[in-house]
């Protein structure tokens, strides 16, 4: 396959949960009122460092669709879709934006929480005497 480059975005970023790959901008973020089958989802004007999927006819929530799958460009996993076309006039807002799913995505906020936990006890010089 070949090398893959990846835009690094600045300041706080949205990322795939399993690479870390930065994926959106807050300021870029449209409504956080989103679903999916996997719970809650966040519709963006803009992503990047994915790959989109082949085109397909989708039934949503509010209604028929044009949508494509888009995934993570360095680890390959579905994070989310595009919106291509919207058949209702009232979902035309929809067209050209893109679907996060907050459960295959973190904010830099979520990441400053983790903790990780050493769980291989070290000694130093003095406990040894």
Sequence with gaps: MG???????????YRCRFCRTHLALPDDLVSRSFH???GKAYLFNRSVNIS???LEERMML???HTVADIFCCC???NVGWKYE????KAQKYKEGKFVLERGRIVDE???STEVYI???GSTSDTEDS
């Design 3 to 13: 090398r893959i480059f990846t835009v690094e975005l600045e300041g706080r970023s």
């Design 36 to 38: 999916c089958r996997r």
């Design 52 to 54: 989109l999927g082949p």
């Design 62 to 64: 509010s209604g028929m």
């Design 75 to 77: 680890c390959g996993q």
């Design 85 to 88: 076309s919207a058949h209702e």
């Design 109 to 111: 906020i979520d990441l």
């Design 118 to 120: 050493d769980t291989h």
